[in-house]
Protein backbone atom coordinates (compact mmCIF):
# COMPACT_ATOMS: atom_id res chain seq x y z
CA UNK A 1 0.00 0.00 0.00
CA UNK A 2 1.63 3.17 -0.91
CA UNK A 3 2.35 5.78 2.23
CA UNK A 4 0.46 8.59 2.96
CA UNK A 5 2.18 11.64 1.55
CA UNK A 6 1.86 15.29 3.30
CA UNK A 7 3.31 18.30 2.26
CA UNK A 8 4.26 21.14 5.41
CA UNK A 9 5.60 24.44 5.12
CA UNK A 10 8.83 25.40 6.76
CA UNK A 11 10.19 29.20 8.14
CA UNK A 12 14.17 29.14 8.18
CA UNK A 13 14.44 32.64 9.61
CA UNK A 14 13.81 33.79 13.33
CA UNK A 15 15.67 30.50 15.04
CA UNK A 16 18.74 31.75 17.52
CA UNK A 17 20.70 29.39 16.13
CA UNK A 18 20.37 30.89 12.90
CA UNK A 19 18.80 29.53 9.41
CA UNK A 20 21.36 27.04 8.93
CA UNK A 21 19.90 24.91 12.07
CA UNK A 22 16.65 25.40 10.53
CA UNK A 23 17.14 24.15 7.29
CA UNK A 24 18.97 21.08 8.84
CA UNK A 25 16.29 20.17 10.69
CA UNK A 26 14.46 20.51 6.67
CA UNK A 27 16.73 17.85 5.98
CA UNK A 28 16.24 15.59 8.95
CA UNK A 29 12.68 15.78 7.93
CA UNK A 30 13.46 14.64 4.09
CA UNK A 31 16.12 11.90 4.86
CA UNK A 32 13.27 10.25 7.80
CA UNK A 33 9.71 10.94 5.99
CA UNK A 34 9.95 9.63 2.47
CA UNK A 35 6.28 10.94 2.57
CA UNK A 36 6.79 14.31 3.40
CA UNK A 37 7.82 17.40 1.09
CA UNK A 38 8.65 20.68 2.12
CA UNK A 39 8.17 24.12 1.23
CA UNK A 40 11.01 26.22 2.91
CA UNK A 41 10.19 30.35 3.11
CA UNK A 42 13.84 32.08 3.65
CA UNK A 43 16.71 32.87 1.96
CA UNK A 44 16.31 31.21 -1.42
CA UNK A 45 20.21 31.58 -2.06
CA UNK A 46 21.08 29.79 1.41
CA UNK A 47 18.81 27.27 0.81
CA UNK A 48 19.59 26.14 -2.44
CA UNK A 49 23.12 26.02 -1.30
CA UNK A 50 22.64 23.16 0.70
CA UNK A 51 21.95 20.63 -1.27
CA UNK A 52 18.51 19.59 -0.12
CA UNK A 53 17.02 17.30 -2.96
CA UNK A 54 15.10 19.61 -5.70
CA UNK A 55 12.27 17.13 -6.12
CA UNK A 56 10.95 17.06 -3.01
CA UNK A 57 11.57 20.90 -1.73
CA UNK A 58 10.18 24.01 -3.15
CA UNK A 59 11.75 27.77 -1.73
CA UNK A 60 9.78 30.90 -1.02
CA UNK A 61 12.36 33.28 -1.40
CA UNK A 62 11.47 35.88 1.44
CA UNK A 63 14.93 36.99 3.54
CA UNK A 64 13.64 38.83 5.71
CA UNK A 65 12.66 37.98 9.76
CA UNK A 66 10.94 40.19 12.58
CA UNK A 67 12.51 40.04 15.36
CA UNK A 68 11.65 40.47 19.33
CA UNK A 69 12.45 44.33 19.02
CA UNK A 70 10.50 44.90 15.75
CA UNK A 71 6.66 45.17 15.89
CA UNK A 72 5.45 42.79 14.26
CA UNK A 73 1.82 44.75 13.02
CA UNK A 74 4.09 47.71 11.21
CA UNK A 75 6.46 44.88 9.87
CA UNK A 76 3.31 43.07 8.04
CA UNK A 77 2.19 45.78 6.80
CA UNK A 78 5.57 47.21 5.39
CA UNK A 79 6.98 44.50 4.73
CA UNK A 80 5.16 41.24 4.40
CA UNK A 81 5.98 40.68 0.93
CA UNK A 82 9.66 40.09 2.31
CA UNK A 83 9.29 38.31 5.81
CA UNK A 84 9.46 34.70 5.32
CA UNK A 85 6.82 33.90 8.27
CA UNK A 86 4.23 35.87 6.94
CA UNK A 87 4.99 34.11 3.23
CA UNK A 88 4.71 30.77 5.02
CA UNK A 89 1.86 31.70 6.76
CA UNK A 90 0.47 33.05 3.32
CA UNK A 91 1.33 29.59 1.34
CA UNK A 92 -0.07 27.55 3.96
CA UNK A 93 -3.23 29.59 3.88
CA UNK A 94 -3.66 29.31 0.05
CA UNK A 95 -1.89 25.65 -0.51
CA UNK A 96 -4.58 23.01 -0.67
CA UNK A 97 -1.85 20.67 -0.18
CA UNK A 98 -0.22 22.28 2.78
CA UNK A 99 -1.24 20.39 5.81
CA UNK A 100 1.00 22.88 8.41
CA UNK A 101 3.53 24.97 8.64
CA UNK A 102 6.50 25.29 11.39
CA UNK A 103 8.17 28.14 12.71
CA UNK A 104 10.65 29.48 15.10
CA UNK A 105 10.60 32.49 15.16
CA UNK A 106 8.98 35.74 16.87
CA UNK A 107 5.82 34.63 17.89
CA UNK A 108 4.23 37.90 17.88
CA UNK A 109 4.41 37.55 13.63
CA UNK A 110 3.14 34.45 13.98
CA UNK A 111 0.08 35.37 15.86
CA UNK A 112 -0.43 38.79 13.06
CA UNK A 113 -0.12 36.17 9.95
CA UNK A 114 -2.27 33.96 11.50
CA UNK A 115 -4.95 36.58 12.15
CA UNK A 116 -4.32 37.68 8.55
CA UNK A 117 -4.56 34.51 6.79
CA UNK A 118 -5.87 30.94 8.58
CA UNK A 119 -8.94 32.48 11.09
CA UNK A 120 -11.48 29.75 11.12
CA UNK A 121 -14.88 30.07 10.41
CA UNK A 122 -15.91 31.39 13.59
CA UNK A 123 -13.22 34.27 13.81
CA UNK A 124 -11.99 33.21 16.82
CA UNK A 125 -8.77 34.51 18.28
CA UNK A 126 -5.31 32.04 18.21
CA UNK A 127 -3.96 30.86 21.11
CA UNK A 128 -0.86 29.10 21.50
CA UNK A 129 -0.74 26.20 23.46
CA UNK A 130 1.79 23.47 24.77
CA UNK A 131 0.91 20.19 25.61
CA UNK A 132 3.18 19.18 28.68
CA UNK A 133 3.46 16.09 30.62
CA UNK A 134 2.22 15.65 33.74
CA UNK A 135 2.72 13.58 37.20
CA UNK A 136 0.20 10.79 36.54
CA UNK A 137 1.86 10.08 33.13
CA UNK A 138 -1.04 11.89 31.04
CA UNK A 139 -0.70 15.24 29.37
CA UNK A 140 -1.97 18.84 30.32
CA UNK A 141 -2.39 21.76 27.68
CA UNK A 142 -1.49 24.96 28.92
CA UNK A 143 -2.97 27.79 27.02
CA UNK A 144 -1.77 30.61 26.64
CA UNK A 145 1.86 30.02 26.72
CA UNK A 146 2.76 33.67 24.89
CA UNK A 147 1.02 34.50 22.04
CA UNK A 148 -1.30 37.00 23.74
CA UNK A 149 -0.15 38.89 26.34
CA UNK A 150 -2.37 40.54 27.68
CA UNK A 151 -6.01 39.04 28.32
CA UNK A 152 -9.24 39.66 29.24
CA UNK A 153 -12.04 37.29 31.29
CA UNK A 154 -13.77 36.67 27.94
CA UNK A 155 -10.71 35.93 25.58
CA UNK A 156 -9.61 33.88 28.54
CA UNK A 157 -13.02 31.88 28.08
CA UNK A 158 -11.85 31.37 24.73
CA UNK A 159 -8.80 29.94 25.79
CA UNK A 160 -10.92 27.36 27.78
CA UNK A 161 -12.56 26.40 24.72
CA UNK A 162 -10.49 25.92 22.52
CA UNK A 163 -7.92 23.99 24.78
CA UNK A 164 -11.05 21.62 25.80
CA UNK A 165 -11.94 21.17 21.93
CA UNK A 166 -8.66 20.17 21.68
CA UNK A 167 -8.01 17.52 24.55
CA UNK A 168 -11.58 15.65 23.26
CA UNK A 169 -10.08 15.47 19.64
CA UNK A 170 -6.93 14.55 20.52
CA UNK A 171 -6.84 12.30 23.27
CA UNK A 172 -10.52 11.41 23.63
CA UNK A 173 -11.36 12.69 27.06
CA UNK A 174 -14.99 13.15 27.00
CA UNK A 175 -15.05 15.93 29.62
CA UNK A 176 -11.40 17.90 29.90
CA UNK A 177 -11.19 19.06 33.41
CA UNK A 178 -10.10 22.96 33.23
CA UNK A 179 -8.21 25.08 35.21
CA UNK A 180 -7.74 28.39 35.89
CA UNK A 181 -3.53 29.19 36.63
CA UNK A 182 -4.00 31.47 39.95
CA UNK A 183 -2.07 32.20 42.76
CA UNK A 184 -4.49 30.26 45.40
CA UNK A 185 -7.10 27.41 45.14
CA UNK A 186 -9.82 29.21 46.73
CA UNK A 187 -12.48 31.29 44.73
CA UNK A 188 -11.23 34.51 45.94
CA UNK A 189 -7.64 34.01 44.99
CA UNK A 190 -6.17 35.90 41.65
CA UNK A 191 -5.49 39.08 40.45
CA UNK A 192 -8.70 40.86 38.93
CA UNK A 193 -8.81 39.21 35.49
CA UNK A 194 -8.03 35.49 37.38
CA UNK A 195 -11.58 36.55 40.04
CA UNK A 196 -13.71 37.62 36.77
CA UNK A 197 -12.67 34.54 34.61
CA UNK A 198 -12.98 32.74 37.54
CA UNK A 199 -17.18 33.33 37.33
CA UNK A 200 -17.44 33.09 33.52
CA UNK A 201 -15.77 29.60 33.64
CA UNK A 202 -18.04 28.52 36.66
CA UNK A 203 -20.76 29.75 34.65
CA UNK A 204 -20.58 27.98 31.54
CA UNK A 205 -22.11 24.25 31.46
CA UNK A 206 -20.00 23.54 28.56
CA UNK A 207 -16.90 23.62 30.47
CA UNK A 208 -16.12 21.07 33.34
CA UNK A 209 -14.08 23.69 34.97
CA UNK A 210 -12.71 22.05 38.68
CA UNK A 211 -11.82 26.05 39.81
CA UNK A 212 -8.39 27.89 40.58
CA UNK A 213 -4.98 26.41 40.20
CA UNK A 214 -1.33 27.26 41.81
CA UNK A 215 1.62 27.21 40.52
CA UNK A 216 3.01 24.80 41.78
CA UNK A 217 0.97 21.95 40.97
CA UNK A 218 0.09 23.02 37.25
CA UNK A 219 1.64 19.85 36.03
CA UNK A 220 0.44 17.18 38.94
CA UNK A 221 -2.49 16.28 36.64
CA UNK A 222 -5.09 18.10 38.52
CA UNK A 223 -6.96 19.01 34.83
CA UNK A 224 -6.48 18.24 31.15
CA UNK A 225 -6.64 22.17 30.30
CA UNK A 226 -4.75 24.98 32.30
CA UNK A 227 -5.85 28.49 31.27
CA UNK A 228 -4.17 31.45 31.45
CA UNK A 229 -2.74 34.84 30.01
CA UNK A 230 0.30 34.25 27.66
CA UNK A 231 2.49 36.89 29.98
CA UNK A 232 1.80 34.10 32.96
CA UNK A 233 1.56 30.73 30.63
CA UNK A 234 5.13 31.65 29.26
CA UNK A 235 6.87 31.76 32.74
CA UNK A 236 5.16 28.61 33.33
CA UNK A 237 6.70 27.57 30.13
CA UNK A 238 10.02 28.68 30.87
CA UNK A 239 10.71 27.90 34.27
CA UNK A 240 9.30 24.43 34.08
CA UNK A 241 12.11 23.58 31.36
CA UNK A 242 14.85 26.07 33.37
CA UNK A 243 13.93 23.56 36.64
CA UNK A 244 14.60 20.42 34.83
CA UNK A 245 17.87 21.61 33.76
CA UNK A 246 19.03 23.04 36.75
CA UNK A 247 17.74 19.78 38.54
CA UNK A 248 19.54 17.87 35.92
CA UNK A 249 22.89 19.49 36.56
CA UNK A 250 22.55 19.15 40.64
CA UNK A 251 22.05 15.50 39.74
CA UNK A 252 24.68 15.18 38.18
CA UNK A 253 26.77 17.11 39.87
CA UNK A 254 26.08 15.29 42.63
CA UNK A 255 26.73 11.70 41.26
CA UNK A 256 30.53 13.45 40.53
CA UNK A 257 31.09 14.30 44.14
CA UNK A 258 29.77 11.13 45.67
CA UNK A 259 31.36 8.76 43.66
CA UNK A 260 27.77 7.59 42.33
CA UNK A 261 28.04 8.84 38.53
CA UNK A 262 25.84 5.67 37.33
CA UNK A 263 22.58 5.19 39.22
CA UNK A 264 23.11 9.82 38.84
CA UNK A 265 23.22 9.24 34.86
CA UNK A 266 20.66 6.95 34.85
CA UNK A 267 18.04 9.42 36.66
CA UNK A 268 19.27 12.61 34.82
CA UNK A 269 18.54 10.12 31.66
CA UNK A 270 14.81 9.38 32.82
CA UNK A 271 14.27 13.20 33.67
CA UNK A 272 15.51 14.00 30.28
CA UNK A 273 13.91 11.61 28.49
CA UNK A 274 10.62 13.25 30.53
CA UNK A 275 11.27 16.80 29.84
CA UNK A 276 13.22 16.83 26.26
CA UNK A 277 12.42 20.42 25.29
CA UNK A 278 13.72 19.33 21.55
CA UNK A 279 10.74 17.28 21.22
CA UNK A 280 8.25 19.02 23.62
CA UNK A 281 9.17 22.36 22.36
CA UNK A 282 6.54 23.22 19.96
CA UNK A 283 3.44 25.06 20.74
CA UNK A 284 0.23 24.48 18.63
CA UNK A 285 -1.85 27.42 17.21
CA UNK A 286 -5.36 26.64 18.44
CA UNK A 287 -8.11 28.68 16.20
CA UNK A 288 -6.36 28.38 13.22
CA UNK A 289 -7.88 26.68 9.84
CA UNK A 290 -4.70 25.05 9.32
CA UNK A 291 -1.96 23.62 11.69
CA UNK A 292 0.74 26.03 12.52
CA UNK A 293 3.34 24.98 15.20
CA UNK A 294 5.93 27.65 17.20
CA UNK A 295 9.11 26.15 18.27
CA UNK A 296 11.32 27.74 20.78
CA UNK A 297 13.94 30.18 19.42
CA UNK A 298 16.75 28.38 20.68
CA UNK A 299 15.43 25.28 18.28
CA UNK A 300 17.93 23.28 17.02
CA UNK A 301 17.59 20.98 13.94
CA UNK A 302 15.72 17.83 16.26
CA UNK A 303 13.35 20.17 17.53
CA UNK A 304 12.39 20.75 13.86
CA UNK A 305 12.18 17.25 13.01
CA UNK A 306 10.47 16.46 15.50
CA UNK A 307 7.53 19.46 14.80
CA UNK A 308 7.47 17.52 11.67
CA UNK A 309 6.35 14.68 13.80
CA UNK A 310 4.10 16.47 16.00
CA UNK A 311 2.25 17.67 12.77
CA UNK A 312 1.74 14.76 11.35
CA UNK A 313 -0.11 13.39 14.54
CA UNK A 314 -2.29 16.19 15.14
CA UNK A 315 -3.55 16.30 11.36
CA UNK A 316 -3.58 12.48 11.59
CA UNK A 317 -6.14 13.29 15.03
CA UNK A 318 -3.05 11.04 17.00
CA UNK A 319 -2.06 12.14 20.39
CA UNK A 320 0.87 14.64 19.76
CA UNK A 321 3.55 12.36 20.97
CA UNK A 322 3.08 9.18 19.31
Avoid at 9 to 20: A, N, Q, R, W, Y
Avoid at 70 to 99: G, Q, R, W
Avoid at 260 to 275: S, V
Avoid at 283 to 299: F, P, Q, T, V
Amino acid sequence: MEQKRYKIVIDTLGSDKGPEAVIEGARLVLEENPNIDVILAGDEELIKSKGLPEDRVTVIHAPTTVTNYDNPVEAFYKKKSEVSVFKALEETANNDDVIGMISSGSTGALLVGTLRYLLDDKRTRPALAAILPNTTGNFTCLVDTGASIDCGPTQLMEFAHLGSDFMRRLYKIESPRVGLLSNGAEPTKGNKLVKETFKLLQEDKSINFIGNVEGDKTLNGLCDVLVCDGFAGNQVLKNTAGAAVNLITEIMKFGKMTGNDMICKQIAGHIMKTWDFESLGAGIMLGARKLILKCRGSSGASAIKNAAKILINVHDNKTVYE
